[in-house]
């Protein structure tokens, strides 16, 4: 490795490495002579910069993590509306479980009036294959009108929600919702 990429990559690592060391509670290791040489010093580095890491609260040995719990609502109609993307989509549907390697996975951002219909919708995650991004958003543009959603859902007027689509390579998709998980 060259010297100069070497020092670079010193000086990356170590204040990386120091810090998930300082938030798991270990002591940081003293920096090499070539690494003192060209770091600032610590008392050069301000400390709004410098922030601290999150400490998950550790049960049993394992860390505990809160996800936001997740809607009834919301859940039962985006499943209702995956239902009506899969039956206007027949044809371009794969059977069972997915394949490990998918060729895209794809998810599309819309937003659904009160009757159901889209009156939105943009690719947010995607492998930039113009052909799946735009099967995906016709496939969602195909099964619209979606169900209309409960009123609980329409609190700012409109529903946005996100959908992901998972592609094989012979282009055949599922929507997440409804698809068997991989084994």
């Known amino acids: 490795m060259k010297p100069g990429l070497k020092r670079r990559v010193m000086r990356w690592l170590l204040p990386c490495g120091t810090a998930i060391l300082t938030a798991c509670g270990a002591a940081a290791p003293a920096p090499s002579r070539e690494v003192a040489k060209a770091a600032p010093p610590a008392s050069a580095v301000p400390a709004t910069a410098v922030a601290e890491a999150p400490v998950a609260s550790?049960?049993?040995?394992?860390?505990?993590?809160?996800?936001?719990?997740?809607?009834?609502?919301?859940?039962?109609w985006k499943r209702s509306a995956a239902e009506?993307?899969?039956?206007?989509?027949?044809?371009?549907?794969?059977?069972?479980?997915?394949?490990?390697?998918?060729?895209?996975?794809?998810?599309?951002?819309?937003?659904?009036?009160?009757?159901?219909?889209v009156v939105a919708s943009k690719v947010t995650r995607s492998p930039h294959i113009k052909r799946l991004d735009d099967m995906a958003l016709a496939s969602l543009k195909a099964a619209s009108p979606l169900p209309a959603p409960?009123?609980?859902?329409?609190?700012?007027?409109?529903?946005?929600?996100?959908?992901?689509?998972?592609v094989q390579n012979d282009n055949t998709f599922r929507v997440r919702t409804l698809t068997l998980p991989q084994e």
């Open 58 to 76: 550790v049960a049993r040995g394992t860390a505990a993590v809160k996800l936001a719990p997740r809607d009834p609502a919301l859940e039962a």
């Open 150 to 166: 409960p009123p609980i859902l329409l609190v700012r007027g409109n529903l946005v929600f996100s959908e992901t689509w998972l």
């Open 84 to 117: 009506r993307i899969h039956l206007t989509n027949q044809k371009f549907l794969f059977e069972g479980r997915p394949h490990h390697l998918l060729q895209a996975v794809i998810v599309v951002e819309a937003t659904v009036d009160k009757s159901g219909n």
